[in-house]
DNA sequence: ATTATAAACTAACACTTGTTTGTTTCAAAA
DNA sequence: TTTTGAAACAAACAAGTGTTAGTTTATAAT
């Protein structure tokens, strides 16, 4: 384990994630935050701006992380079924590198400020198309059977994002073994 | 539209599942809500014991709908597609009943307080179980692709668990074409 | 008309919330 | 050795928390 030495800021965040995961943004306190990481309340603002700020680093940074790994999808990829495997794996990975943060991410985004919260919801909404591309592609191809496109893009962005709760229950599954089976049940369920 | 006045009871219940959905339960004041209904906080205390009672009574009430739906699903089908396609259709009609309550038992189940939180979870246990048993024994059977069952069955939640998610997006889709949709795309996902 | 009951109210309690102010500590730079 | 700057601190603020006490109002039963 090449755990270096924290800063006080990393320690902040990374106890912030795992506090707002484990019991929800609304209802930790600073002064339960500051707690966990040793030190007062008020020190933390000299290191984040405010509560609020603390979840926007979180949430944006992940957003971040989503986007590179989608743009690492082969673009002259002909096929569908691969393209959307290689998606499913892409994005399955940074959930399972990132498995405090990303809970924060899906569950506890709605807590962002204006103006945050609209960048946001247009961010993941501008990921979401992609996925939502290669299924339509795949669909008019010939590849994936047709169905409702949203719907069933709905249904896998489903699927994949519920495995940060994944490793709450111990399952000793390698990432690997979590994006090959999950992506093998939904790309089964598309193909035509 | 056959809406009965609403008790002031009801009323409470019905807006706190609302509210609980919208913003989560921490985050809803007991003054936020008595304004929502039209009364004073204190109010709602002649109706309610508490804020964690009224959390308790929306969640234990989806939880015995789920168990409902369940227990009509044919338990001499020996098909396990049939089984399995009957019982995805009853739970996802449990949520499109109750879309908002439904939200609230997902979401907010967690601030659930001892002894309920872990009467709660043994609930939601012995109910997962269930599937985990129709898709166990489809595999054994020859009826399903042999897979890793706990890993399915919790891709499978997590599919049909979002769907009460869908209609704040304004999809224009019957609760049958939802349930047709999915239920088709995970069974042929399972099938051999 | 009187009593009983449910359900509303105002006022307040004890405590927690995120955050600010002003001060102190301490290590590195000059 | 002095200066500087970051980062810690205690104390406090205004606002909000769930909830209780005590009281009033209104409706239904006797």
Known sequence: MATATL???QNIRQTAQKLFRERGYAA???????????IEAPSIYNH?????DL??????DIADQFFKASEEVDVNEKSATKKMRAAIKGHISVIAKNIEASGVFFQEWMFLEEPDLAKFKKLRQEYELKFRDIIEKGMKKGD????NVKLVTFTIFS?????YDLYRTG???SQDEIADEIANL????LKN
């Not at 979840?55 to 944006?60: A, K, N, P, V, Y």
């Open 48 to 52: 984040y701006k405010s509560k609020d």
């Open 28 to 38: 930790v306190g600073m002064r339960e935050l500051a707690k966990e990481v040793g």
């Open 55 to 60: 979840l926007r680093e979180i949430c944006f």
């Open 171 to 173: 399952e000793k599954l």
């Open 159 to 163: 699927a994949l994002n519920a495995t």
């Open 144 to 147: 994936f059977k047709p169905m």
């Open 7 to 9: 800063t006080t800021r």
């Open 186 to 189: 939904l790309l089964k369920g």
